[in-house]
């Protein structure tokens, strides 16, 4: 690979890192600076159970950026949620603009009520297994999200997923 | 009242009987095993819906009251249910949630359930058809005439759900049990085939009746920050509880004022067939599943009660089976906005009842729960608690607000 397709690879994990950490400290509005004007995201599943591929969550820039401002009038379970992932590929188009990538993705749910907040704050529980499936655009060197879906392999999701993932 | 002392804390309220329940009704353990032999054995539960197994050979497994289930698809098009359990030595006959026997199985044939233990065979009507080395081992005195699967009584109806139960004689037809209820959106529902194109699942700890309670009320829309403001209103104010018989209650529509909520769009274009605009009605059935048709989508939530204080809440959505894919999508959104796992509603729910969950433990102090609210059974009123609890009493013989006590009619009729 050529030092500027490493170069893009480089910056497109950047984004998806720091996205990883923007989103774990609930940072809604600095996340969605990683992302295009035209940004797409979607939470979606396979149901083995009912035979259909399922949207849970689908949302442009504008709604995103809407719900997250919204989020304080709803009431919460405040135990955050952490991300730990891994980019395991990232392809970048002939033009060098525009690259995919796929990123393997564990969250945990760090209890802070839990159900007995006495017992429970401080642990983690295992939240939810799946990938991101990224797009992006490559400008000057800096990969911005174009597109975001979230491919999950849970389908029991208890409370506290009212979050972008 | 300032703060009140362990007496005055554990006094009767200034209501009547009939309008509080002793929280044990949530929390004991043989409660609990008493209301699975009770009421969920001799009830019809939906387990599923029939588009989950929409071709011949399509399977689908499920529990009612731990007893495993398995709904299939005839060749003939007929769904029926069967004891998922294996006549020889009880092995679980199909393991995975849903599939089709059309291909064959590492221990049998196509187009039959096999046993992989010791790959006994029944076909899609609960016949067995084969034994493996029938003659060898039982000669002429077992055979497998008489080793059919356990039949289950099983019905597609209303929409399209497929009913089951254990009981070989249930006190009433599914008809005369749910007809009723559900005559405020069957001509919607029944109008072409729907789809489910949601699932997901919840297991938290809490009893499986404060599940229900949450959807048979509308008070706690002060919980809901989407609900106060697509909805306040008079006309708000003006839908009503009404309770059937076997304890169902169905809650009157109003027109949804949804673009009230920054981001969100009027479900007008989109309505079920027959359904008029942003109406949205709700059927709570007895003893714990919730119907819901919000305009342009059906949600059900499907309860399997697994302990006095744990409980799966199976989510489903649906839409008609003939959508577009434009039109799927419109409703998948519109489902997902409130209800959907990352919606804005369903997880305040969630933390609701996972709360009081946490409060009432087994052995933690009886609490009276209120169910006192009286507003001439309109959508603030909590007549339809009411008048659950009071069928429930009468199927397990025990006051719910004394659940030691054998049942007798409340002081209050419950409406
Ligand atoms: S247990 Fe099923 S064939 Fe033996
Ligand atoms: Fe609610």
Redesign the interface.
Known sequence: MSANGNGAVEAVKDTIYRSCLLLDEEKWSDWLDLCDDGFQYSIKAWSPEINYDMTYFSADHKHLSTMTEQLPKHNTDHSPLKRHSTVYTVDVDKDGKTATAITSLVVYQNMLDGETSHLDSGENHLFLVGKYMDKLKIENGQAKFLEREVRLETRRLDKGSHWPI | MPARNQKQWMADPNLQRGEWVDSRIYSDPEIFEEELEKIFKKTWIPVC?E??LSEPYDF?TTTIAREPVIVARGPDNTVRAFLNVCPHRGMMIER????SFLEGQPSGNPKRMTCMFHAWQFDMKGNCVYISREKEGYQDRLCKENTGLRRLRCEVAMGGFVWVCLDDKPECSLEEWAGKPFDCIRESIDAEPLE??????????TNYKLWHDTNSEFYHDF?H??NRVTGFNDEYFARKNIGFEHGHVNVTSFEVNYDEY??FESREELSFPKFPPNQWFMIDLFPGMNFNLRGSALRCDIMTPLGPNKVMIEF?GLGVKADTPEER?TR??HH?SIW?????NL??D??GV?GQ??TMNDGSEPRRILHGRHEDNYIHDEVGLRHYYDEWGKWMDRLPSDPMQKYTAPAVAAE
């Open positions: 819906h588009s989950e689908r995975r949630p849903a599939g489910v194109f949601h699932y997901h699942k919840a297991i938290i700890n919980m920050y989407h920054e981001g489903r999508q998948i959104e997902n959907g796992p990352f919606g804005r997880h305040e969630l933390i996972t969950g946490a």
